[in-house]
């Protein structure tokens, strides 16, 4: 496996790879600190690619001036070593400087689906991730790209962006989403996990639990708003510090939905535990 850190490393080891008989390149964005949740989506586009580019790169346009930037964890070697071992051609793995050159002075934003729950709760983070994501599709040209439902919201601004700027990609529904992937007690995985004490390592297992029954409610009639309100009471019962948002959406739109209606939907959730933000996000079943 190759590791690039500046773009004109990139550039002629991306040029050899297309060079070895041509082949599909798909993408793997990640800002590393690696877990499962990454390697299934870096399996997913060995099963559908020729060759898989990863890329890890902290993206410091994405946290707000009060989040975990300096915290975020950082293990270059680890990382490079599992996706080495994952059968990943190359490593696309920039400093700050070299993805944000001095004088670097353009954000894209997209308006609607990025507005509300995270968007609202973090100001200019949809911003700095569309931005990084649509440099990463012109640096790299892959023919696909993975990202995780983890991170639902995100993977549709990703996909509004590509499909209103024709971003590199061959077609938008080359954009793909992985299902989340989950600890044994159904947490899903997150780099972020790391931060949690043993005590509210425990206690987060009660989101996945609690939106489980709320979602069993609301596929049996219960109304919208009482079935949310006992979810967010359940999850400070349980430990913890805050909800940012328990909200039932539009899967496409993203819309918020006061009622289950025949349109696919979904629950989606943040919730503080002690200073550690955890989201996570269910499908729902269409009204029968
Ligand atoms: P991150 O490093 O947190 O920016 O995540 C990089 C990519 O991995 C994003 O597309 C995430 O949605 C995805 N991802 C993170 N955690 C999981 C998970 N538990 N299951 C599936 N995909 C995930």
Redesign the pocket.
């Known amino acids: 496996m190759q590791i690039a850190t500046t773009r004109d490393v990139l550039r002629n080891a991306l040029a050899a790879l297309r060079g070895e008989g041509g082949g599909r390149i798909a993408l ?11 390697l ?2 870096v399996r997913r586009a060995k099963a559908e690619a020729d060759h898989v580019v990863a890329s890890i790169f902290v993206n410091p346009k994405q946290f707000g001036p009060n989040e975990d930037l300096d915290a975020y964890p950082r293990q270059l070697a680890e990382d490079a070593a599992l996706l080495e071992a994952e059968g990943v051609a190359l490593l696309w793995a920039p400093a700050v400087e070299e993805m944000y050159p001095a004088g670097f002075a353009t954000s894209i934003s997209v308006a609607g689906v990025s507005e509300g729950l995270c968007g609202a709760a973090r100001p200019g983070h949809f911003d700095g991730v569309a931005t990084v994501v649509a440099k990463l599709f012109n640096q790299v040209q892959p023919d696909m790209a ?6 639902f919201q ?2 549709a601004v990703i996909r509004t962006m590509a499909r209103d700027l024709d971003l590199a990609l061959p077609h938008v529904d080359n954009i793909i989403g ?5 600890e044994a007690d159904g947490l ?5 996990n790391r931060y949690l004490t043993p005590e509210q390592r425990e206690a987060a297992a009660a989101l996945p639990h609690a939106m489980r029954k709320a979602i069993a409610a609301l596929e049996a009639g219960a109304q919208v708003a009482g079935t949310l309100a006992a979810l967010e009471a359940e999850l400070l019962a349980a430990g913890f510090s805050g909800v940012d948002y328990a909200a039932l959406a539009d899967s496409a739109s993203l819309a918020p939905l006061t009622a289950l209606g025949q349109a696919p939907a979904r629950l989606l959730v943040a919730a503080r535990i002690g200073g550690t933000r955890l989201i996570d996000n269910m499908a729902v079943n269409p009204a029968r």
């Open positions: 793997v964005p990640t800002m590393g600190a690696l877990h499962e949740g990454h299934t989506l993975f990202f995780g439902e983890k991170d995100q993977l992985v299902p989340t992937v989950r899903a995985m997150s780099s972020r």
